[in-house]
């Protein structure tokens, strides 16, 4: 799976700021070509500073998708990783608007597979390709305060698990990067409860980046900013009612703040 960053081409959403800009950054100052993407125009802004292709608009949608990986390949030749980065994490839960959840399933799930179908044929011809998957922990785990973003972090962490089993044997390599609390915008949105929940343990977007940095000349599948998620992961899998008791015990504190 070791994926060399040098000289390679890569298109990255969500770049304007956060995860994806760190990521976009660090990967230049590592050789490598890119085509960045975001709704927001804060990505020309990174794009300029790196030297690397701006793709501005929606880049969920099917039309959107495919508008990013023509640009992409106009722009690389061959897209040799795609990072599927863009997420959000609207609050709410089971009342939460159906725009809401459809929205969300939309940039962080549906994305994903529009991408893959996009660039699966040309990986499968050469026999080579890496999807990297921004998840989060959220989808190992939980995310208190959001089901939407729970669900689809469930689901983003799957499909990135079956294109995996289903190609690795033919040259396809994916990873998921699930951290917990990172001091972005989108942790600032979550508010008190957000900051109550990951605050102590929030990380920079460019600490994670180097964790992805090593784990991209390695063969494992995770991408664990946090290592202790591993731990939670094992729990959960192994004590789940006790699991589920200790997430609602911090659900109580939080209806508390």
């Not at 020309?44 to 608009?57: F, M, Q, R």
């Not at 009342?95 to 990986?123: C, F, G, K, Q, Y």
């Not at 026999?127 to 972090?153: E, I, N, P």
């Not at 977007?205 to 964790?211: F, G, P, S």
Request: net charge negative; charged share 20%.
């Amino acid at each position: 799976m070791s994926f060399t960053l040098k000289d390679s081409g890569i298109v990255i959403t969500g770049a304007g700021r956060g995860i994806g800009a760190a990521l976009a950054r660090r990967f230049s100052a590592e050789g490598a070509r890119l085509v960045l993407a975001d709704v927001d125009d804060a990505v020309s802004t990174v794009a300029s500073e790196l030297d690397a292709t701006a793709v501005v608009g929606d880049a969920a949608s099917e039309e959107g998708v495919a508008r990013l990986v023509d640009a992409a390949r106009s722009a690389l030749g061959e897209i040799d990783m795609f990072c599927a980065n863009a997420g959000i994490a609207p609050m709410g839960g089971a009342d939460a608007s159906e725009e809401d959840w459809a929205r969300t399933w939309d940039i962080n799930v549906m994305a994903h597979v529009r991408a893959a179908r996009a660039l699966l044929p040309e990986w499968l011809e050469r026999g080579r390709g890496h999807f990297l998957a921004t998840v989060s922990a959220a989808g190992l785990l939980t995310s208190l305060g959001s089901a939407s973003y729970s669900v689809t972090k469930h689901g983003a962490l799957a499909f990135a698990e079956w294109l995996l089993a289903t190609y690795k044997h033919r040259g396809i390599s994916v990873q998921a990067i699930c951290p917990q609390g990172v001091r972005t915008q989108m942790l600032e949105e979550t508010g008190p409860g957000g900051k109550f929940l990951m605050g102590d343990s929030a990380i920079t977007a460019e600490q994670v980046v180097d964790t992805v940095v090593r784990a991209l000349g390695g063969d494992s599948f995770l991408i664990l900013p946090h290592p202790e998620v591993a731990e939670y992961y094992a729990a959960r899998a192994t004590q789940n009612d006790r699991w589920i008791g200790g997430m609602n015990k911090l659900q109580r504190k939080l209806e508390e703040l």
